[in-house]
């Protein structure tokens, strides 16, 4: 029978080998499981190398914009970056009770693009779109859009 690992083991009376069990190399007394064997942790096998813990290229200059609109419609929130490489992208819909659309290179409408209910966001941090970002609102108010440039490889 293997050993149940598991803390919440069933039946209660099940015995487990907990992680001092595993570094003494061997067995309870009165299993039947064959010994185990202990594993030294990544970092202290010198045949590992070492994995980095952060994304380097994730750090930028963070820029906020409320894009305000004085009436209904398409504005082109966030062009292109010239250059650098856009790392973060957030857009909110701080406008009560409309929902609006954002759409890639092309002017967003009713239907045309990606909706954001009023009160919500979209938020790109892994994969990152570097297009240019419209935004349409169906009635006037202010929109907050927030992204990161990374200007290091430019």
């Known amino acids: ?16 080998h907990v992680p001092v069990d595993i570094a003494r190399g ?5 299993d039947s499981a064959a010994p185990l064997s202990f594993i030294p942790p990544q970092q202290n096998n010198p045949n590992t190398a070492p994995v980095a813990v952060f994304d380097s290229t994730g750090y930028g200059n963070g820029l906020i914009q409320p894009i305000v609109f004085a009436a209904p419609g398409d504005f082109l929130a966030l062009p292109r970056p010239p250059s650098g490489v856009r ?3 957030v857009i909110e819909n701080t406008i009560a009770g ?4 954002f759409n890639y290179d092309a002017p967003a409408a009713v239907g045309t693009g990606i909706q954001i209910a009023a009160g919500g966001n979209v938020f790109f941090d892994k994969v990152v779109p570097q297009n240019d970002i419209h935004i349409f609102s169906p009635v006037a108010g202010v929109v907050q859009i927030m992204w990161m440039i990374d200007n290091s490889a430019a």
């Open 26 to 30: 061997g067995a309870i007394s009165g």
């Open 1 to 16: 029978m293997k050993p149940n690992l598991s803390p919440y083991a069933w039946p209660p009376g099940q015995r487990n």
């Open 98 to 101: 409309f929902v609006i659309t």
């Open 87 to 89: 790392t973060l992208l």
